[in-house]
């Protein structure tokens, strides 16, 4: 091949990096432009690794040469692409979106500061592609800590008190997060000598340093992706960010968190064969998936029925593991219904806080009771809105049904009813809460109501994501396909049914 | 042996009572310091790992990521108090309601005896 695969994977990390520091140091235009360009090779470029991974397999780089138990091992295999095109393909509508959103309305002071928003994305971006290439594990608990000191700014980018509050709220349980993590790092390398995954994976054993290990990254990740009982963070921080920002943190940081999960649990902790954690964290998740949805029924501002359905939809990804430890075919179900939902829930959760942002940069507002008649004041939104609604609800033909369909079947192949009731039970509460604000919508409006005139930047970036998250579901066949490449579903196949 | 053991239980004990801090203070310059323990803990675990090397030199990796580990600390502590002075800073300016993270009066008595802040 002429362009190898590897060119890729350096451009991935070095045009988002390089565009940060040259958005630093140009004046204003010129610098949305870099971020603008930025987001525009982004996609293509992590569509060629995908095409790379798909033709010649799992690919891999070695940073300056070194061999992986001394240097950083970058990796690519057909989960790294599936997340690295899903982060270029939201990173890319938020970015536009966040150039109209923090336009040239706002005053001279304030627009310093959201000016900052640039470079401190295209860093974030950096860590996020990063976190995805990684091969080991201190370097993904780099760029995790990466991702989560950028999206800490970002929240508190606008500079006002709400937004610095909800910073201040994120920061502590964030930071220490990660140290839950480092601390299993740390367990792990006194265990295993090593920091690769791959070649950790070789050594692992149910020593009690590894189960130890295990205990305190999964406890880390649990607080970081917000499942049930350390979720409480997460409906105030997501949603009293920017809107641009919420869709960034609900729609990828969030997936970043369940992504290590599934890194280290299939590359090293599927091997040990006791199977109380998974019941654990199927438990978990199932009441994250009904908390969360009940939780979104009772709010009253649009955000936080959104920011609580992130809540909901983060408690599917968990079934994963008691799904899959049934092993067999099952397992294949669950690991591709599973990724395939955290696809589904970035694309269309960051398309509905795209929608809500735009609405709310209209209407000076979110809460739910002054909404009444938005969808004929404002048809093009409410559209994007409720087609993002229907993946997260999980009806055909969006990407959210065929992500259900999947973990349904493993429930039911596996016998597992309990949770084939969760999965089903979840995708009704997402109805009501969702149809709950349609109905408010869709009412008439009052007679003094204007139309809102939504800006186009505002409202395309959603509405591409909207689109995105059906077709998702209707050509589903090319991302599986991609899914398969790599030594992560032969580790689930593994497991004796 | 038996002293990297020593260490190393003691990093433990020291994350674990970060972590009860964490969790325990609402007053934000106390959770930057239970996260600063947290940190603290895990590093003098990582290097107490690096004594354990058979070899007459100390294990050089987890010394790289101890370094590495305070890097990120330092920022994520600048980043915190950098915030508790703007949220202070917004909310005389903007005359919003009293603040409900934490229930020190003012910014001079920050690290002072209140108590109401637990």
Request: one cysteine or more; aromatic letters at 10%.
């Amino acid at each position: 091949m002429i362009f190898p695969g590897e060119h890729f994977i350096v451009m991935l990390l070095a045009l988002p990096l390089s565009a940060a520091i040259l958005n630093l140091l140009l004046p204003r235009r010129p610098a949305s432009a870099v971020l603008l360009l930025a987001a525009v090779v982004l996609p293509p470029t992590a569509a060629g690794l995908g095409a790379a991974v798909l033709s010649g397999g799992t690919i891999s780089y070695q940073m300056g040469d070194w061999a992986a138990p001394l240097g950083i091992r970058l990796h690519a295999d057909g989960l790294s692409a599936l997340m690295l095109g899903l982060a270029s393909v939201i990173g890319c509508a938020i970015s536009f979106y966040a150039t109209s959103y923090f336009g040239d309305e706002s005053a001279p002071a304030d627009r310093r500061r959201t000016d900052m928003f640039q470079p401190v994305w295209l860093i974030g971006w950096t860590g996020l592609n990063g976190l995805f290439l990684s091969g080991d594990i201190f370097n993904l608990y780099v760029c995790l800590e990466i991702l989560t000191l950028t999206s800490i700014c970002l929240i508190a980018v606008a500079g006002t008190h709400a937004s610095v509050r909800a910073a201040l709220r994120y920061l502590p349980v964030a930071i220490g997060g990660s140290l839950f993590y480092l601390l299993g790092v740390a367990l792990l390398y006194g265990a295993g000598g090593v920091l690769d995954l791959e070649l950790l994976a070789d050594r692992a054993s149910h020593a009690p340093p590894f189960l130890a290990a295990f205990a305190f990254m999964v406890t880390g990740l649990l607080i970081k992706a917000a499942l049930f009982p350390v979720h409480y963070w997460l409906p105030p921080a997501h949603a009293n960010a920017p809107a641009p920002v919420s869709a960034l943190l609900s729609g990828l940081v969030v997936t970043a968190a369940f992504y290590i999960l599934l890194r280290i649990s299939s590359g090293l902790f599927v091997h040990l064969e006791t199977l109380r954690w998974a019941e654990l964290l199927g438990v978990l998740g199932s009441i994250s998936v009904l908390w969360g949805g009940l939780q979104a029924l009772r709010q009253d501002r649009l955000k936080m029925v959104v920011a609580y359905s992130t809540v909901s939809q983060v408690g599917y990804g968990f079934l994963l593991f008691p799904l899959a430890l049934a092993g067999g075919a099952a397992a294949e179900y669950a690991w591709n219904g599973a990724v395939y939902f955290a696809m589904a829930h970035a694309v269309a959760k960051a398309a509905a806080f795209l929608a809500v942002g735009a609405l709310m940069h209209q209407m000076g507002h979110d809460r739910l009771h002054e909404m009444e008649g938005a969808a004929w004041r404002s048809p093009f939104i409410l559209m994007s809105f409720a087609m993002a609604a229907l993946s997260l609800m999980g009806l055909p033909p969006s990407a959210g049904f065929v992500a259900k369909w999947m973990m349904l079947k493993a429930a039911l192949l596996s016998g597992q009813w309990g949770y084939a009731m969760v999965i089903v039970g979840g995708g009704v509460l997402a109805m009501a809460y969702l149809f709950r604000v349609l109905e408010i919508a869709m009412r008439t409006p009052p007679e003094d109501a204007p139309p809102l005139h939504v800006p186009r930047g505002l409202a395309v970036p959603g509405m591409v994501l909207s689109v995105a998250a059906v077709l998702l579901g209707i050509f589903s066949d090319l991302p599986l396909r991609l899914l398969q490449v790599g030594p992560v579903i032969a580790q689930w196949g593994r497991i004796a049914p | 042996m038996t002293t990297a053991a020593l260490y190393l239980s003691t990093g433990l004990v020291v994350f674990v009572l970060g972590t009860f801090g964490l969790f325990w203070h609402s007053n934000l310059v106390r959770r930057a310091l239970s996260l600063n323990f947290m940190a603290a803990g895990v590093f003098l675990f990582l290097v107490a790992l690096g004594r354990r090397s058979p070899a007459p030199f100390p294990d050089p990796i987890p010394h790289a990521l101890v370094l590495t580990g305070i890097v990120v600390t330092v920022s994520a502590t600048a980043l915190l108090l950098v915030l508790v002075c703007r949220y202070h800073e917004t909310a005389e300016s903007e005359s919003a309601p009293p603040p409900p993270l934490r229930e020190g009066k003012n910014d001079a008595n920050d690290e002072g005896p209140e108590d109401n802040a637990t």
